[in-house]
Structure formats: structure tokens, C-alpha cells
């Protein structure tokens, strides 16, 4: 897919993460909706984008992806203002082993919401162009990281939500590839929560085992990882596939293809 003149939208676009994808898209000639919960912070990169790339080539809004009044807003916003969707992007995500039920309906919820209204903008057989859909999960969805479960849980199905909907995309001939990014730990606000007992709660005693698989793993830059999503946004081969990305490069996971293939040990009944 080439970028130039594309229109992208990227939730939790305001840091971290999100900020590296809206930059990269930007960098290959899209033009970037930006969404976040944090309205401030969404002014100020909104502010420093325009004194890069000038002001029509971005635009932030603020929305929760909790909630199907303020994201579907967006959405028909950035259809009114820029005319189409091609590239949508289900960053926003947050560790809160405490607060598991808002975690629940950001990371997983928030990415259910994203796809649909994604789907309803960019299907073919609704009048749409197509395009692609970047889920953000982590190693996380692929292997449980201990310290925190339900993070895990999100995940995973983030994962699993993410395949299920790249099939039925190919099904329904939408015309829109639906790719998964796994990433290791990344330098980002995110990396730094393991130790706050705000947001690992009953795991806090696990900060230890949290520090050696820091260590095990390394930590990246976000700079590093944009270059994985910016492969999974342009290669028009890749539906379904999560791309691993870690600090010695990137890998996509090789799922069974049935359940017959399933690693497995016989059990006699
Ligand atoms: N930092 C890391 O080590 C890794 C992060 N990830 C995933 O990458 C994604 C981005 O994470 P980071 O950039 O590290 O985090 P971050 O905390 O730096 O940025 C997340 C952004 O999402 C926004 N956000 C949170 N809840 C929201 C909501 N309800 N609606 C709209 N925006 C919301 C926040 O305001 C923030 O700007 C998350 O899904 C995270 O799970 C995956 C693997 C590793
Ligand atoms: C480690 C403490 C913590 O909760 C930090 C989270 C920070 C970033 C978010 C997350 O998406 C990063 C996940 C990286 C996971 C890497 C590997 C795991 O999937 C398996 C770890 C289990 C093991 O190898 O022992």
C-alpha cells in the first residue's frame, strides 16, 4: 500500500506508541486523525505536528474508545473532514490489574469498537475503498507475562478477536486486511507501571519476577516498533498474521492452521 495521501486514524495517539505510529504515517504521506482520552496532550503533539508536517495533514480528537457515542463521533468527523478511512490503527491500551474491568474495556473492548466501526467506513460491499486495520496486542497475547493476568487476558483476545475478524474480512469480501502487532516492552509511560501498586494491585509482591523478565527481554525504543507497524500497514499479502517485534528485530507468528496441527500430548481417555 503506498501512503501518500492516505487517510489514517491511530487511538492513543497522543505518546508513546501511538505518537511513533502517527509520526511514521505521517513520514510515508498519510494524513493522521489523531485520538486520545488525554486532550491535553493530544493539543500539544497536534501543536508540534503542524510546525513539522503543517496543519491539515493531522487532526486530534478526543474521545474514550469506551464509548460508542464518542468514538463512532469520530469516526463520521474525520469521514466528514478528510472524505475516507484507510488505515485504522487500535493502539489505546493501559495496564490496571486493579481497575481489570476498565482494563477489560479498553484494551480489548476499545479494540472491538475500533474494528467495527473501522469495517462500517472502509468495507467494499458497503460503498467503501478498503484498507487496513493495525490491532495493537503485545507478547502478551501470545505468552502469559505472569505480573499481570487480566493485561494477559486482554490480549489474547485482542489476538484471537483480531484473526477471527481477518477471516470473516476475506469471507465477506471487505476488501480491508486485518493484521496484529506484538511487541516486547517498549520504552513508553506504560513500561514503568510494573512497580505501582496502582496498577498491579494484588501482583505488586511479583515486581521482582517483573524486573528479571525486563532484563531477560530488553527494552525497545518506540522508533523500532513503528517500523514493524509500517510493514503490517503497506504489505498488501499480510491478513491475520501478529508480527513479534523485539529489541533483535521483528517475526511473524506461525499460527497452526488446524487444530490437528495444534502442538499437542495424547491423552488416552
Ligand atoms: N509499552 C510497552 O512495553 C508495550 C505496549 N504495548 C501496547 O501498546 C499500546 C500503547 O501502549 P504505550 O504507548 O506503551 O502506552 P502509553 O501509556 O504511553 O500510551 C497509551 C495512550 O493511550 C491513551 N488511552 C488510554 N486509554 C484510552 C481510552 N480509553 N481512550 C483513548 N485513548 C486512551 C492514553 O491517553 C495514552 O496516550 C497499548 O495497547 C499497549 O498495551 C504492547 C507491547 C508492549
Ligand atoms: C513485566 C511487568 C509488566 O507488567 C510490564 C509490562 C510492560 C509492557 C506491556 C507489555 O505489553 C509487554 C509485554 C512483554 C511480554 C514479553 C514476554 C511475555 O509474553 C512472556 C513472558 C514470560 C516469560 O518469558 O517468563
Not at 24 to 40: R, T, Y
Not at 57 to 86: C, L, M, P, W
Not at 108 to 125: N, S
Not at 218 to 240: I, Q
Request: a negative charge.
Amino acid at each position: 500500500m503506498d501512503l501518500e495521501d492516505k487517510v489514517a486514524l491511530v487511538t492513543g495517539g497522543a505518546q508513546g506508541l501511538g505518537r511513533s505510529f502517527v509520526e511514521i504515517l505521517l513520514k510515508n504521506g498519510a494524513k493522521v486523525a489523531i485520538i486520545d482520552v488525554n486532550e491535553s496532550l493530544g493539543n500539544e503533539l497536534k501543536v508540534t505536528l503542524n510546525q513539522e508536517y503543517g496543519p491539515d495533514r493531522t487532526e486530534f480528537y478526543t474521545a474514550d474508545v469506551t464509548s460508542e457515542e464518542q468514538f463512532k463521533g469520530v469516526f463520521q468527523k474525520v469521514v466528514e473532514k478528510y472524505g475516507q478511512i484507510d488505515i485504522v490503527c487500535n493502539n489505546a491500551g493501559i495496564i490496571n490489574e486493579n481497575d481489570w474491568e476498565k482494563a477489560i474495556a479498553i484494551n480489548l473492548g476499545g479494540v472491538v469498537r475500533g474494528t467495527y466501526l473501522a469495517l462500517d467506513h472502509m468495507k467494499k460491499d458497503k460503498g467503501g475503498k478498503g484498507g487496513v486495520i493495525v490491532n495493537v496486542a503485545s507478547l502478551a497475547g501470545l505468552g502469559p507475562l505472569f505480573p499481570t493476568p487480566v493485561y494477559t487476558a486482554t490480549k489474547h483476545g485482542v489476538v484471537g478477536f483480531t484473526r477471527a475478524m481477518a477471516g470473516v474480512s476475506t469471507l465477506a469480501n471487505h476488501g480491508v486486511r486485518i493484521n496484529i502487532l506484538c511487541p516486547g516492552f517498549v520504552n513508553t509511560n506504560l513500561v514503568t507501571l510494573f512497580s505501582s501498586e496502582e496498577h498491579v494491585g494484588r501482583f505488586l509482591h511479583l515486581r521482582n519476577l517483573s524486573e528479571k523478565i525486563l532484563e531477560q527481554y530488553g527494552v525497545m525504543e518506540t522508533d523500532h516498533v513503528a517500523k514493524a507497524f509500517l510493514v503490517l500497514v503497506k504489505d498488501e499479502t499480510k491478513n491475520g498474521e501478529a508480527l513479534m517485534v523485539h529489541v533483535d528485530g521483528a517475526a511473524f507468528y506461525s499460527f497452526p492452521k488446524q487444530v490437528k496441527d495444534f502442538p499437542s500430548t495424547k491423552v488416552n481417555l
